[in-house]
């Protein structure tokens, strides 16, 4: 009996140990860049300015803070403005975004390489999607 106990609590230690106290998987979005078309801008040809489409575009940097830029033409043009960083909350399938202390924008993934977030400002909803 004696013999069978150092084996009973190695046994009893392991047992323990379930599935639930694991950690949580890396988080998917770390390193990859979701793009939405966002609108077309009209051209002003008294002060020069052509007529172009406008892209939002999130690189998720690590697991709470992406870069947003909105881009010129393409999701890869120049870009309008500056770029921001933004504080997000991933709890699968909902995505949350803080652009600042007052402004929260919500959004729901619709499958694993798009998400849908419900208004974007003055935009209405946009169709986020993985690059």
């Not at 770390?30 to 300015?49: E, K, N, R």
Request: glycine fraction near 6%.
């Amino acid at each position: 009996m004696l013999a069978m106990m150092p084996v009973m609590l190695f046994a009893l230690l392991f047992t323990s140990c379930g599935s639930d106290d694991e950690e949580d998987p890396d988080n998917p979005l770390v390193g990859s860049t979701f793009v939405a078309y966002a609108y077309h801008s009209d051209a002003t040809p008294s002060v020069g300015i052509e007529a172009y489409d406008v892209y939002f575009v999130l690189k998720f940097i690590n697991e709470h803070e992406c870069e947003y830029s909105a881009r010129k033409n393409s999701p890869k043009g120049d870009v309008i403005g500056k770029t921001d960083r933004y504080l997000y909350m991933l709890r699968h399938p909902i995505i949350t975004f803080n652009t600042s202390e007052y402004n929260r924008l919500d959004g729901e993934f619709t499958s694993k390489d798009v998400f849908k977030v419900y208004k974007w400002g003055n935009f209405g909803s946009l169709e986020f999607k993985k690059q």
